[in-house]
Every structure is written in structure tokens, then in C-alpha cells.
């Protein structure tokens, strides 16, 4: 399973784009990229998950270079309940998760 | 989307006991996972659940763990012997058939005295 580096904190404003990369250097062919949001003694949450370029749903994009050995989770104007840890991670569809240690959002008013 | 439950949400145990955790998944699932997170710390992976057997495990998943799934919808883990350092959140997770994102319950906090 490739192994994933993010930043450990990042810190923000109410309203501001966030973006977070993380990267995996080492992604196999068959891996797909998978953003996962905690909140303090809750169960990760599913945040969006890509392959290849841009992915977008409700709540976030992920853009994904073509080598795919970086992503970038982009959150557009993120407000105070956005507070949590990002997990990036790569895998397949049988695969364990595996957590690192994600990255700390801090949005201040 | 789809839920899974865990049961209980909290419990405190006295170091020795056994504990069961409970997670109930929707049926048509085909891998299960359990994890853990003890406080301050990162969501460490257990053991994953597929077919009803068990399909990878940890070093953390001794031979004081064990999970079942005995009614083909509940899946359990169990602690033979808890000890003060298995006190952590206990994370459930399913996965769909032929997705690849997974969907956590919200845990059992376990407190080991």
C-alpha cells in the first residue's frame, strides 16, 4: 500500500479556499485516491474519492496530476464545522485502509 | 447514506474482563473491518472481514481478539482479557460490493479500569 505524507496542520479562515496535498509517491496502477474527514471521537467520514484528474461532488474536488503521485483536496469556502483531520489515502477495493496521521484543519471565525 | 451501528457507544470494563463490540452493517455487505483509535492517536487498522473469514489482520489483532459474525448480520469483536491499553475507540467499517470508500459507524469508546 502506498504510503501517504501530508502536512500535519493547516490553519484557515471562515470563507476561505482550503487546499490540502498530500502525497504517494509510491501509488500502485490499481489505487484509488481517498479523502476521509474526522471529528473528534466520531468514525472517519467519506469525503471524495479519484483516479485520475478532477473529481467534484457537493462538498469538495480532488485534483489528481497525471502522474498521480500527488492529490489535492480542495475545500471552497470553508466555515467553522469544517474543524477537523483529513485523511488522505490510497488503495484498492479490497484493500485495508490504512490511516496516517492527516492533516489538522483549524478554521477560525 | 447507509448507516452502520455499533452498540454500546461507551463502556467501561474492569482490567481481565472479556468485552464484545457490536456492529450492525446492512447485510449485503461483503467486507467488514474493524479499527481503532486510541485518544490523541491515529485510526489504526485491526482486521478486515471478508466471505465471513477473516481476510488480514494486524499485530495489534493478538490472540486476545477475535470477530465473528454469528446471526449473518451482526459483527462482533470480542477482547478475551482487556488490558488498561486496549482503552480506545472502537471504529466498525463497511465496504460495498465493488466500491471503494468505506462508511465507518460512530465508534465504541472503551474504558478499561
Known amino acids: 500500500l502506498a504510503k501517504t505524507t501530508q502536512p500535519i496542520s493547516m490553519d484557515s479562515y471562515e470563507g476561505q479556499e482550503v487546499n490540502i496535498t498530500c502525497s504517494h509517491n509510491?501509488?500502485?496502477?490499481?489505487?484509488?485516491i481517498t479523502w476521509y474527514q474526522q471529528f473528534p471521537s466520531q468514525g472517519p467520514r467519506f469525503i471524495i474519492q479519484?483516479?485520475?484528474t478532477k473529481v467534484t461532488n457537493e462538498v469538495a474536488s480532488l485534483f489528481i496530476p497525471a502522474d498521480r503521485k500527488s492529490s489535492t483536496l480542495s475545500l471552497p469556502r470553508v466555515s467553522l464545522s469544517d474543524t477537523a483531520v483529513y485523511y488522505c489515502?490510497?488503495?484498492?477495493?479490497?484493500?485495508?485502509?490504512?490511516f496516517g496521521t492527516g492533516t489538522l484543519l483549524a478554521v477560525q471565525p | 447514506e447507509p448507516e452502520v451501528t455499533q452498540t454500546p457507544s461507551h463502556q467501561v470494563t474492569q482490567m481481565g474482563q472479556e468485552v464484545i463490540l457490536r456492529c450492525v452493517p446492512i447485510?449485503?455487505?461483503?467486507?467488514f473491518y474493524w479499527y481503532r483509535q486510541i485518544l490523541g492517536q491515529k485510526v489504526e487498522f485491526l482486521v478486515s472481514?471478508?466471505?465471513?473469514?477473516?481476510?488480514?489482520k494486524s499485530e495489534i489483532f493478538d490472540d486476545q481478539f477475535s470477530v465473528e459474525r454469528p446471526d449473518g448480520s451482526n459483527f462482533t469483536l470480542k477482547i478475551r482479557s482487556t488490558k488498561l491499553e486496549d482503552s480506545a475507540m472502537y471504529f466498525c467499517a463497511r465496504r460495498d460490493r465493488g466500491l471503494t470508500e468505506a462508511f465507518f459507524g460512530q465508534g465504541t469508546r472503551l474504558t478499561v479500569v
Open positions: 479519484g483516479y485520475k
Open positions: 472481514f471478508y466471505n465471513n473469514e477473516i481476510s488480514e
Open positions: 509510491n501509488i500502485a496502477t490499481n489505487d484509488y
Open positions: 489515502l490510497c488503495g484498492g477495493a479490497t484493500n485495508k485502509l490504512i
Open positions: 447485510s449485503n455487505h461483503l467486507y
